[in-house]
């Protein structure tokens, strides 16, 4: 007498081939609409079942700003924890390898940073059909960061009545210029007259000069430390 005793066999999960792009705080994307679920038996020959979980983790690069992302089904949920998104079956439900494959393909990936790290990231898919685990499949991301737009939530002075050959002051206190990305870098403001005039910085705010109807401000603030007048610097 010979005794069949069936095993299990392990499931298998695929990648598509490729990367995936993404750009700074570009909507929530799919990272592999192709991806390939496997599984001859099921969980021990059921299915659906109500045993199986999927794993995405972010194995390479992971930032706290980078968000794995699910939209649960009737029967399927997705439940976040840092870098590691777990999809499981809903308790009372069931589902099908078919059902879990679809749920593998619509899991996204968003940044919501303004200064993302350009590093590669590396996306690790993973399935258990409730006895055995799958191969670890990856899928690798390539995200580009953008520059944003520097900013000024202030009030610049919308007008200014002078006197002819009086010097009359323009009050730019109200000015809050910021750049989201700019980092250590330099912010440059240009100011210019459109009816002649010259413009000087005062004591208190920088160097005075004439000329040209402009004075270049560098930094973030307004307390100049350098001056650009006819290619020159005071």
Excluded at 24 to 32: G, L, M, S, W
Excluded at 77 to 87: H, R, W
Excluded at 97 to 117: C, H, I, K, Q
């Amino acid at each position: 007498v010979v005794n069949m005793v069936a095993a299990n066999d392990a499931p298998l999960v695929t990648s598509s081939a490729g990367t995936t792009a993404y750009s700074e705080q570009a909507a929530a994307t799919i990272i592999d609409s192709g991806i390939a679920l496997v599984d001859a038996d099921g969980f021990n020959g059921a299915d659906p079942s109500d045993q199986y979980t999927a794993v995405i983790r972010l194995t390479a690069n992971y930032e706290t700003a980078d968000i794995l992302g699910f939209t649960n089904t009737s029967n399927i949920q997705g439940v976040l924890t840092g870098d590691l998104l777990t999809l499981s079956v809903i308790t009372g439900q069931t589902a099908t390898l078919a059902e879990f494959e679809t749920a593998l393909r619509a899991v996204t990936f968003y940044n919501n940073s303004d200064t993302p790290g350009e590093m590669d990231r590396t996306i690790t898919f993973s399935f258990d059909d409730g006895v055995d685990s799958s191969n670890l499949s990856t899928k690798t991301i390539q995200v580009t960061a953008l520059n944003d737009d520097p900013t000024n939530v202030g009030v610049l002075q919308s007008a200014s009545v002078v006197t002819e050959d009086i010097s009359s002051t323009i009050n730019l206190s109200a000015i809050n210029l910021s750049d989201a990305d700019a980092g250590a870098g330099v912010l440059t403001m240009t100011l210019t007259t459109n009816t002649g005039g010259n413009l000087t910085a005062v004591a208190g705010t920088g160097i005075a000069i004439g000329g040209n109807h402009f004075i270049h401000v560098l930094r973030r603030n307004i307390n100049l430390n350098i001056v650009l007048f006819n290619n020159e610097i005071y």
